[in-house]
């Protein structure tokens, strides 16, 4: 059974335009379905506002989908604030990509990592303290950091300290929103071995949000693609980065820059449209450079290539194609 499950989750904010006091429906996610098992990471990629970090949201309950359910462990997840809510809040943790964000600025660093412990009642209390302290040294913060405040910390070493933070209370499922795009590039590889370290001893299952497909490639057991609230592609980091399907993953593909390539490869147009105003038919079709006319009216939904691998396109081949009309 999958320790977590999305079925057909939908997330929609309504708001007032400033100019005509107009009421504006904005679709962040569209009908995602994901499952994932203990021990394994899943990365969702794409650009920014496609998504990724609403349906990280939903995933732990954070936020509540307009359409569809999330499924902790088999089990419906409880409305965000409730006692049954809170009570499962040990098992599943967020990071942040702003750790200085994540942190009170006036508490000591040891004081922030105990801190779960006491709201969750875990373990004696005099016993803590030490527990806490064996986390800063799992994630490779020193003990003495434990008496400093988060603004005399590196940016590394703050987000160390939120991994500590994270981890102390031994949950199950972790999501990750691009948790080191604030950090120096030397220090990205640290902190990403010291996570998925951790992310295999404690057997987690890991959420991992990021718009770094080269770093999703190396860490993840499955990816998913977003584009404007859908996914659009998933299957294993061989299947997708290997052998894309959709033409939005290729174009996503080949806009990372290679300093070694000497051929030219078509770059991603535009940015990606409003979600107020999304485009008929498959989303990506003002930008597709293969989009024929049912691009423009027919929405394609995901259909299985081969083993795992999955692509919502209606050019790509599928062993029994499904297609819907427009909404
Ligand atoms: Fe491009 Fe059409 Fe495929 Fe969409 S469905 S990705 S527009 S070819």
Redesign the pocket.
């Known amino acids: 059974m999958a320790l977590l499950e999305l079925r057909g989750i939908g997330r929609d904010y309504t708001g007032r335009a400033r100019l005509f006091g107009k009421s504006l429906s904005l679709r962040a996610v569209l009908d995602v379905s994901l499952e994932l098992e203990r021990g394994r990471i899943l990365g969702l990629v794409g650009e920014s506002g496609c998504g990724k970090s609403t349906t990280g949201r939903i995933a732990l309950g954070l936020d509540a989908p307009t359409r569809g359910a999330v499924f902790f462990n088999g089990q419906p997840m409880p409305q965000a604030g409730t006692p049954a809510w809170k009570a499962l809040r040990r098992q599943m943790q967020y990071i942040f990509q702003d750790p200085l964000g994540a942190l009170d600025k006036r508490m000591k660093i040891i004081d922030q990592i105990v801190e779960p412990l006491h709201i969750h009642g875990i373990g004696a209390p005099e016993s803590r303290r030490e527990v806490a302290a064996q986390c800063m040294r799992d994630v490779g913060l020193q003990s003495h950091l434990g008496e400093a405040y988060p603004l005399q910390l590196s940016g590394g070493q703050r987000q160390r300290a939120v991994i500590a933070r994270a981890l102390v209370t031994q949950p199950e499922l972790l999501v990750c929103d691009e948790p080191v795009s604030a950090l120096d590039v030397s220090i990205q590889a640290q902190v990403i071995g010291v996570l998925t370290h951790l992310q295999k001893k404690l057997d987690l299952a890991m959420v991992f949000i990021s718009h770094d497909l080269k770093l999703v490639a190396t860490i993840a057991d499955e990816v998913a693609v977003m584009y404007l609230g859908q996914i659009?592609e998933r299957g294993s980091p061989q299947q997708v980065f290997s052998a894309p399907a959709?033409?939005?993953t290729r174009v996503l593909l080949d806009s990372i820059p290679q300093p070694l390539r000497t051929t030219s490869r078509p770059i991603l147009q535009g940015e990606p449209p409003d979600p107020s105003q999304r485009p008929e038919?498959?989303?990506?079709?003002p930008?597709?450079?293969?989009?024929?006319d049912?691009?423009?009216s027919?929405v394609?939904v995901l259909q299985p290539l081969t083993d795992r691998h999955q692509a919502?396109?209606?050019?790509?081949s599928s062993p029994s194609p499904v297609m819907r009309q427009s909404a």
């Open positions: 659009v959709h033409p939005y038919g498959c989303a990506f079709h930008r597709c450079p293969l989009a024929v049912a691009c423009r027919t394609p919502a396109c209606h050019l790509v």
